[in-house]
């Protein structure tokens, strides 16, 4: 009786879940809004069309992994609680440059509204590993470029200081592997989602948005930009990406401000600026920073890159907690991750980080950042070999 209660009682709440629309913002059919409170390989959502990857990978890390002695500078923007945007980011990335000459910046390009995409990069171009992490792919989900600057700005710090991690230097960690760090994917959307209209500089761009607007007809206004996810011309970055983009299911069919999928693969300034840099640096490993739902995806479809993903999936989830996702459906793609390992093999993962809905309130960034801070270190660490 018991065991038959349990199973009504899991039907009627997974019933309620899908009644409610809540989702995650990167998994199979699931986009936005819900909290996992369960393990490794949670299964929740899976379908008729999710594909499940082999029990023979999902072997459990067992490393050093204590994010031991990672500092959070203070005196920065992305230190505290309060809405950072691209202004904050731009002063902090040249206040760091002026503080630590090691970090690289440069841009990848300007988006339609004139915004720089800055990369930073700690350690080695030339090293023989190299990882990606890059944040802010999605406009409403602004708070994780915090989390990527105070990784760039503890990397930077630790290895000033030659800091030694897990007993290894800092400083010969990041000759064997650079980060790069591309903050913020979608300056435009997050000026739209802080500021509404008035964060957009250009005429033009601002008219693309309205006609956006007018097309959607929302009733609030300030509400709806708010929940803004795409670029300011309504693509849905995330979406943008060479990986089963034909069949990847686009709920809006024109732009908006959330699921339009775009006209063309890599139709975007800002999809295309990241995949180049992909395909410039073949990367050893990339990190997608979205929010929210406190879980972690990896894998997209059978090759050489699982073993080495799922690797990676588990120092994320020993660091953060968060449960691995460990299937896919083929159909709810276009994702940078899945590009990343459909078409180069790049093993890779999508963090989502917080609870409750899209913008997180800024007063979980500590929470987000504690199980976040000893990822690279470890990464880095596990390198080395």
């Known amino acids: 009786m018991k065991k038959k209660r349990l199973i009504l009682s899991l039907a009627l709440s997974l019933s309620l ?23 490794p390989g949670v299964a929740l959502g899976k379908n008729e069309n999710t594909v499940s990857v082999a029990d023979s990978y999902l072997q459990v890390y067992s490393g050093v992994l204590s994010g031991e002695n990672v500092p959070l ?24 440059k002026d503080a630590y000459p090691a970090l690289q910046l440069s841009s990848l390009g300007k988006t339609i509204d004139g915004r720089e995409l800055y990369c930073g990069i700690v350690g080695n171009p030339n090293a023989p590993k190299k990882i990606l992490v890059h944040a802010s792919i999605h406009a409403r989900e602004y708070i994780v470029t915090k989390v990527a600057m105070r990784q760039l700005a503890s990397l930077l710090e ?8 897990g007993g290894k230097a800092m400083k010969d960690m990041l000759q064997n592997c650079a980060v790069y760090f591309v903050p913020m994917v979608d300056p435009d959307g997050v000026s739209l989602v802080q500021n509404g209209l008035a964060g957009i500089g250009s005429e033009e761009v601002r008219n693309t948005v309205q006609s956006i607007v007018a097309k959607e007809n929302p009733g609030d206004l300030k509400g ?10 309504g693509v849905n970055l995330n979406k943008n990406f060479d990986a089963n983009w034909s069949i990847t299911v686009d709920k809006k069919g024109y732009p908006a401000k959330d699921e339009y999928k775009g006209s063309a ?46 690797r990676l999936a ?33 093993p890779s993962v999508t963090i989502e980080c917080g609870k409750g809905v899209s913008p997180v309130p800024e007063e979980q960034i500590d929470k987000i950042w504690d199980g976040q801070k000893g990822i690279l270190p470890d990464l880095l660490y596990d390198y080395m070999g």
Request: charged share 25%; net charge negative.
């Open 73 to 96: 500078l203070s005196d920065y923007g992305f230190s505290g609680h309060g809405v950072y945007g691209y202004n904050e980011m731009s002063a902090d990335l040249f206040k760091l």
């Open 265 to 310: 693969v890599e139709s975007e300034i800002e999809s295309k600026a990241l995949a180049d840099l992909l395909r410039k640096e073949k990367f050893t490993s990339t990190i997608s920073y979205h929010t929210q739902g406190e879980v972690i995806y990896w894998y997209f479809g059978q090759g050489e890159y699982v073993p080495k993903a799922r």
């Open 17 to 39: 879940l899908a009644y409610s629309g809540f989702s995650f913002a990167d998994g199979p059919e699931l986009d936005d809004h819900t909290t996992v409170n369960s393990g």
């Open 314 to 346: 588990e120092i994320v989830h020993k660091n953060s907690s968060y449960p691995v996702i460990d299937y896919y459906s083929p159909q709810y793609a276009g994702g940078f991750k899945d590009f990343a390992e459909q078409k180069y093999q790049i």
């Open 158 to 165: 630790m290895e000033k200081n030659n800091q030694r991690y």
């Open 224 to 233: 709806y930009f708010r929940l803004w996810k795409s670029n300011a011309r």
